[in-house]
């Protein structure tokens, strides 16, 4: 299989209103993305290039992938895709090819994203990949290559996210490269109601629910992990019985128990 399949060009169906939270994120990544593809003459009547590429990072499951998503969705750019993993499992040679393919497809669609998922797995820092005849260096060396066609790249902007920040080859985050840094956290307290209340609007839950109290007790869940604990009590609820027609609190808290944050150790000390 080619690995140019797996760009597509596509209109995601996520919006800002499908992410609790992270307003100032999102603020942040308009001003970053959305206005130099938009407003172009602005950065240049203030004798600045804008931003090429952004770097979204943080722990998993805290909506990296939804808000670039939403970011394509809502400023009607178009956007391609690629997760890291999948370009580097390619036959050798292809790997850089499907790189090539990316940017040039970007640039006939242009104005647009390119969205790196996963990026640490295609731009892992020099010399810290062992044997496969050097892809990944192979791979950086081709990213960066065509990062640097400053000239054909003007309405094209590089939205990158990662898990792991420290793995990013040096070269990749120089300015004129990916330049903007965008950390994304673990949800606080007020993002933390808002995801709660998204998962409620369609669930049926009990007046003895306490979102206050459940908000206390998910203090260090991901987004991906406070969503799971809502699904995880409803089928409590259900596994109860099946005409079950509301979620109580017991069924949180017992959610709570089966549903714990799994940021891995090894994760912790990066954020
Ligand atoms: P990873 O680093 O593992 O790829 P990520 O940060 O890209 O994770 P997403 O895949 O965007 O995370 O989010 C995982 C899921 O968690 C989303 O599909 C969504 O259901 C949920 N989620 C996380 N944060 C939020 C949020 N703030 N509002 C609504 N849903 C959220």
Redesign the pocket.
Known sequence: PSAMREVAIDVPNVSWS?????GNIKLKLKQAVEWPLKHPESFTQMGIQPPKGVLLY?P????????AKALANESGLNFLAVKGPELMNKYVGESERAVREIFRKARAVAPSIIFF??LDALAVERGSSSGAGNVADRVLAQLLTEMDGIEQLKDVTILA?T?RPDRIDKALMRPGRIDRIIY?PL?DAE?RR??FN?QFHSMPISNDVDLNELILQTDTY???EI?AVCREAALLALEEDIQANCIMKKHFTQALSAVTPRLPESLRRFY
């Not at 499951?61 to 808000?67: E, R």
């Open positions: 499908d992410i609790g939270g992270l943080g998993p499951g805290c909506s990296k992938t939804m808000i998922d996963e996210a898990n994304v949800p993002t808002e995801i998204l991901s987004g991906a969503i």
